[in-house]
């Protein structure tokens, strides 16, 4: 066996024979993310460029499938109790890595076809057939710009030249040739391995077995750029895989699918066919094969010349390999599955495998035997190319961690700035809806808890504590009523730093006229201006009076002692500012009435400063009088961090609360919010079950719909046979809505998690896995039994933190001692 390679300079790699090779590394598109369409076009796309390249031309498609495991950063997740313990859970996740190489090779004029007989690896000499030219050179390269701009401009691939380095490789880093040769995965570090090629293909310890698509009896009748995936199939909706991603992603070995299209001299081809038609005519009364196969070659050739269809040379082989020699069995049973769903047969190549092997080598694609390709068209050929590659991580810092569909492995996922600087966003605003049991509290649970450690001040209004744990995790302020422990604020507070800006008098303005007015009656100018009037001499007031605390009681009685006065020093008649009236209605308020603790908080005063809130309405939600106050000072919370705090990420999520806030004339709040929100840099998340809820309520249709450009969907699984409602109203495509019912179809069951749909600006969709560490998970839980534990463990050891973290190590010696099902 002779290296064929004479060297490699220019980014070229140029064989002893004189074929010139140039080659990229491929960016293909995620699994499960394309369309029927898209599909199609991408189809049309590689056709389209391949038939730039010029005559006598090999393109080389390699795609690396090698099994991988998920390496935890301990070092980027900082003091986060969870994330740590997230890093621990995924550390070592089996995960198959992918790499997708092109190559594209050049054959010099007259070079002799290689064959299984006459082929490198057989050979003990090798003599250049001419010396390459630099302008044929240059010409080849020129074809290669031109095929490289043609898939770039397509939009679902992106090709990035491979270097010198990069194709030979350096002292340390091994290159694509060294790669193949020894079978290394990407970033293993160099290690020369013993080549056995008798009786089988051993590479070092590994064991390879090399299975081809060469002959046209072994080929599917009949093929596409797409097949169906029965796993994610529903009877509504058929959901779209390319057609050799069996031979691909969905083949869990190492592997490397090698694709081939040799691009000869079209017109000889045609008439070779020619005259093996008239051979075959003349044969034809002889036998009746001859007569079908004679109609079979007229066939190709009337399509050839009246669709001007280009006939090529292919080939297609699967290398697989393990160390472990009983795993061979198992990998020639995946092999034979994977094909038998692409309707093909495979063969496991033994006589020549030899040489095929070799020819896959970077450089040496032009020595292929030829007696192992079939005569196709170029359109055919496409069908059978790998087109998809793994879920790959957002390159923004900021962002969420979820988990791919196949295996888990996390990624990194941004759905809130990456968007907007892509432009397909105009809005951070995001709209969840997902029915109970759908796992839409766990991933709300991760992602306010995700951002909230990335530094975002977060605000949450919720209905039925799903969020308590998350809150004491984090220390928090969690405000809830109850008889023992009543919901208090304090809206006249200022904390250190903070001024009575016009902001802060106007939405204590908006409070009391809530509180003395009733909602369909309105208020005089005069009244305004009175309220106004009190708030400033009040804060004036306060000015070097230390002794009194700033609070609704304090205000009351200066309402009562020094306003009065002032009303008769102004001679404001009583027809303008019924203070009587005013002091009479809000007296309750004030100490000693039935709500006299509402506005006379002593504790939790900084909301400005605090991060993480949450305000939980269950026990009020129906109430008359308490339900609108409550709203009222959470919406000034909330516009009050959005306006105060500049370059500060601002969430507000608005629970199942939202249907409440909106009955009682707040659903100018959620518009205004919804709108302005993304100016300041915030967003406003909106939680639903129930798909009623959206189309009954004319505040979710105009207000929050149209104002999320991210619409994230949970189990949908019992809508699926009224889901275009759902899908008119959210304005999803076809596409989205078969990932929608695609969810949870083929979960792994040993495994506990839901997948969740995610939409961008009608643009980008995708479903992931939202798979969280057993510790994460006790903090999520909104199971009563769970929680109640989970609470119990807190106050023995003293901490949330603490309790979680042993109720966890408990749980996992548990599971750890409990025997496996036989």
Known sequence: MILPIYKVEHGCILSRQGDITVGFRVMLPEIFTLSDREYEAYHQAWVKAIKLLPQHCVFHKQDWFVKGSFAADYGSTGDSFLARSSERFFNERACMDHDCYVYLTKKPAGRKLSSSAYSNILRRNLVPAQTVSAAAVQEFLDHVGQFVRVMSDSGFVALERLSDDELAGTANVPGVMERYCFLLAEGQASVIRDIHLRDEIRVGDQHCQLFTLSDVEDLPSMVGSRINYDKYSTDRTKFSVGFASPMGQLLNCNHIYNQYVFLGDSSVTLKKLEAKKLRLQSLSGYSRENAISRDAVNDFLNEAIAAGRLPVKSHFNVLCWSSDLGEMKEVRNLVSSAMAQMDAVAKQETDGQAQVWFAGLPGNEADFPMNDTFDTFLEQSCCFFNLESNYRSSVSPFGIRLGDRLSGRPVHVDISDEPIALGVATNRNKFILGPSGSGKSFFTNHMVRSYYEQGAHVVLVDVGHSYRGLCDLVGGYYFTYSEESPIAFNPFFLSEGDVMDTEKK??????????????????????????????????????????????????????????????????????????????????????????????????????????????????????????????????????????????????????????????????????????????????????????????????????????????????????????????????????????????????????KYKEVFISIGGQLSKVYRTEVSLEEYLAYTTEEREKVRVNEYARKYGSMQKGIQVLANELLGEAKARPSPS
């Open 506 to 751: 106007e939405s204590i303005k908006t409070l009391l006229l809530a509180l003395w007015k009733k909602d369909d009656e309105s208020f005089r100018r005069s009244e305004y201006v009175a309220l106004s009037n009190a708030l400033t001499l009040y804060f004036d007031f306060l000015e070097g009076r230390a002794d009194i605390f700033p609070c609704f009681n304090s205000f009351y009685e200066f309402l009562q002692s020094s306003y009065v006065e002032e009303l008769k020093r102004s001679k404001v008649s009583e027809r303008d500012f019924d203070m009587s009236s005013f002091l009479y209605v809000l007296s309750p308020y004030y100490r000693g009435g039935e709500f006299d603790y509402l506005l006379n908080a002593r504790t939790n005063l900084d909301l400005l400063s605090e991060r993480f809130i949450v305000f939980e309405l269950d026990q009020v939600k129906d109430h008359p009088i308490l339900f609108p106050v409550i709203t009222l000072i959470i919406m000034e919370v909330f516009i009050s961090k959005m306006r105060k705090l500049k370059g500060i990420r601002k969430v507000i999520l608005l629970e199942e609360a939202w249907k409440a806030i909106a009955k009682e004339g707040m659903a100018e709040y959620i518009k205004y919010l919804f709108k302005t929100v993304r100016k300041h840099f915030g967003e406003a998340i909106v939680v639903t079950q129930e798909v009623e809820d959206i189309i009954s309520s004319p505040i979710v249709k105009q207000a929050i719909i149209n104002n999320s450009d991210c619409k994230i969907l949970l189990d949908q699984s019992k809508y699926q046979n009224k889901f275009d409602a759902i899908q008119e109203l959210l304005g999803l495509t076809d596409k989205e809505k078969a990932q929608v019912l695609s969810m949870n179809k083929a979960n792994d069951p040993k495994r």
